[in-house]
């Protein structure tokens, strides 16, 4: 089994040669092996060719741009995608979150940061996937921590390795208050713990794909100024 940190391929979708360039300069010296690709069609075919463990996507592509090429391979995959881009608007990150990727980062990047995040969302793609072949059901909520599956009252569901990782978190204390930050600690990791806009924004797509109206939640409740809870009822 490979270790988190220790090797892996990883896709680096970026046309600008200079920036790709840097980035498969990090990545190699921390031991992953950079796949590179300058736009799209490029990137999705070595996608489909090989089996890199993430992404990392530029949005300024030609041709199809990164917003299409992270809609294309959330499609078809489940694999990370991690957001590099001097697309640092509110809108942006949004917008890329809401396409499916894990983690955006902003140009210009601190090459220790970088690492930190690739290592963070590795870390929850592993642990969200797991290897129990358990099933853990909450009242018309059911996932399958082996084959990653959750369904909704017989409804199947597609999640994001964060998105499941969060969900299965909040299933495991089904009808208790967690707090943001132990949210945060426990789905994203240690460094992410001040990151508040992140659990707003999951916990968004999660309403969409598991309450029947998202505006009126059964299952996500909010507990004001504390955190959420996984609402069952007895």
């Known amino acids: 089994m490979l270790e988190i940190g220790s090797g892996g391929q990883i896709l680096v979708i970026e046309d600008d040669t200079e920036s790709r360039t840097l980035l498969e300069d990090v990545l190699g010296a921390a031991g992953y092996e950079p796949l590179p690709a300058s736009n799209t069609l490029e990137g999705l075919r070595r996608l489909y060719n090989s089996r890199p463990v993430l992404v990392l996507l530029d ?113 495991r204390k089904q009808n208790t208050v967690v707090t943001n930050r132990e949210l945060l600690f426990h789905v994203w990791g240690p460094a992410y713990v001040n990151e508040m806009d992140y659990i707003k924004l999951y916990v968004r797509y999660l309403r969409k794909k598991i309450e029947q109206d998202p505006d009126n939640p059964k299952y996500l409740v909010n507990e004001r100024g504390v955190g959420y809870r996984l609402a069952i009822e007895s």
């Not at 996937?129 to 059901?137: D, F, H, L, N, W």
Request: proline letters at 4%; a positive charge.
């Open 59 to 171: 949005i300024m592509l030609p041709g199809l741009d990164g917003w299409e090429a992270c809609r294309r391979i959330r499609e078809a995959s489940e694999i990370p995608i991690i957001i590099v881009s001097g697309r640092n608007s509110s809108t942006d990150i949004l917008r890329g979150f809401e396409l499916g990727a894990d983690d955006y980062v902003s140009k210009p990047f601190e090459h220790k940061e970088l690492l930190s995040r690739v290592r963070a969302v590795l870390r929850r793609s592993k642990n969200g996937q797991g290897k129990e072949a358990s099933v853990i059901r909450c009242d018309g909520l059911e996932a399958d921590l082996r084959k990653h599956h959750v369904s909704v009252k017989g409804r199947r569901v597609t999640l994001s390795p964060t998105e499941f990782k969060l969900l299965i978190y909040l299933m």
